[in-house]
């Protein structure tokens, strides 16, 4: 089924006309992201220009069963349990512990800041110093023995008291999708990155599509299915493995598609979490960028739509007029982080392009494209998308 501006829902066309387009962002006119972010990224890229690379191996995980090179992390949702404090935790669903050990995770959202903020510095400015500092970063989490991370998550989202890791800790590496799309741009304009880099990627793609922990995740139904075909495009992308991407491909057409998205282009799995808002956005956004890596000539994944109508196109439809005004979103509010979204979200430049919709670019252009609250950077997948397009 082919989608058309008809199919996409009175709402979305509603929005799509009451959005003040910018001149660069007629259909006839191609997007400049360089201009529209030129004065944005060199800010950001200067912010960390100085910082030394920290990889997991200055954090001790006391809890963790693996070395100092293996990544750990534990649960979010995960409490003590009041009726039995010593004993297995238990869950409170969208309310994180603050006492879980995150320092894992919390370094590898600061590589995936800092890298492809490093390399998009360098791709509007060619200033070296900045391709330098990606490749810095890089050789300390990838090549460094002393430093390097294991291209493994065995120990990722640890229950306390129930496991030592499991299939839905994979998510945590989908802050690394973009430092692989920055490390793609380094190779493909002859920066002599260290062949390690893309070695551990290599490693890892097999990780991920072999053990049983990264095959769980591929089979989740909910956004952790989404993370999983995003990572697997992306990091075969850099490695070259297109059999991962046409599998990944298929996986989006029959799994992602047909499972999470309604007739009406709702989100029933995301809707159901005690934080509909931010997962319904941050699915759609995984989506929306798989959609884009894996899209081709012969086989636009933004313009697949079932039988019975479900599409990522319609997805998008559903969540824009929300995204423009949360006023009028009408299922329950997030019982946590409600007033720190929507953000510069990806779905909306991704489909407003390959959809031919100025006005999603436009509702883009004028959200908050760097937020600073953690919870939100860590479900904002895409923050250069000059690497993207």
């Not at 082919?2 to 709402?11: I, M, N, Y």
């Not at 993370?227 to 989006?252: I, K, M, S, T, Y």
């Not at 919709?357 to 609250?373: E, I, S």
Request: net charge neutral.
């Amino acid at each position: 089924m082919q989608l058309t501006r008809r199919t996409l829902g009175g709402a979305a066309m509603a929005l799509l006309a009451g959005c003040a387009v910018r001149p660069a962002l007629s259909a006839a006119a191609p997007l400049d992201i360089a201009t529209i972010d030129r004065v944005r990224i060199p800010r950001a890229a200067d912010r960390w220009l100085d910082d030394a690379p920290v990889t997991i191996t200055a954090f001790r995980a006391a809890r963790s069963p693996g070395s100092a090179h293996d990544y750990y992390s534990e649960g979010d949702y995960w409490w003590p349990d009041p009726a039995n404090p010593d004993g297995p935790h238990v869950r409170r669903d969208g309310f994180s512990n603050p006492a879980r050990f995150d320092d894992h995770r919390q370094a590898l959202i600061r590589l995936g800041l800092r890298v492809p903020a490093f390399v998009a510095a360098w791709i509007v400015t060619r200033d070296r110093r900045y391709a330098e500092a990606a490749a810095q970063h890089l050789n300390a989490w990838f090549v460094t023995p002393a430093t390097r991370m294991n291209p493994s998550l065995d120990h990722a989202q640890a229950i306390i008291g129930v496991n030592t890791g499991r299939g839905i800790g994979v998510i945590d590496t989908l802050q690394i999708v973009e430092v692989a799309r920055a490390v793609s741009r380094l190779i493909e304009a002859g920066y002599p990155l260290d062949p390690g880099v893309k070695g551990w990627f290599r490693a890892y793609l097999t990780w991920l599509t072999t053990s049983k922990n990264g095959t769980d995740e591929r089979d989740e139904r909910n956004n952790h299915g989404s993370c999983w075909v995003l990572q697997a495009a992306e990091f075969a992308r850099l490695v070259g493995d297109e059999a991962v991407r046409a599998d990944a491909r298929e996986r989006f057409r029959t799994r992602l598609i047909p499972e999470q998205i309604a007739p009406d282009g709702s989100q029933p799995l995301e809707l159901a979490r005690t934080k509909p808002f931010g997962y319904c956005l941050f699915n759609l956004d995984v989506l929306a960028a798989a959609a884009h890596s894996l899209s081709t000539t012969e086989d636009d994944l933004w313009r697949f739509a079932t039988p019975d109508g479900r599409s990522l196109a319609t997805a998008l439809a559903f969540m824009a007029p929300y995204i423009a005004d949360k006023s009028r979103w009408p299922f329950a509010h997030d019982v946590e982080y409600w007033n720190d979204w929507p953000v510069r979200h990806p779905s909306l430049l991704f489909g407003g392009l390959a959809l031919s919709q100025p006005g999603y670019v436009a509702l883009w252009q004028r959200l908050n494209g760097d937020p600073q609250v953690s919870e939100i950077i860590r479900n904002y997948p895409v923050r250069q998308p000059i690497l993207w397009l």
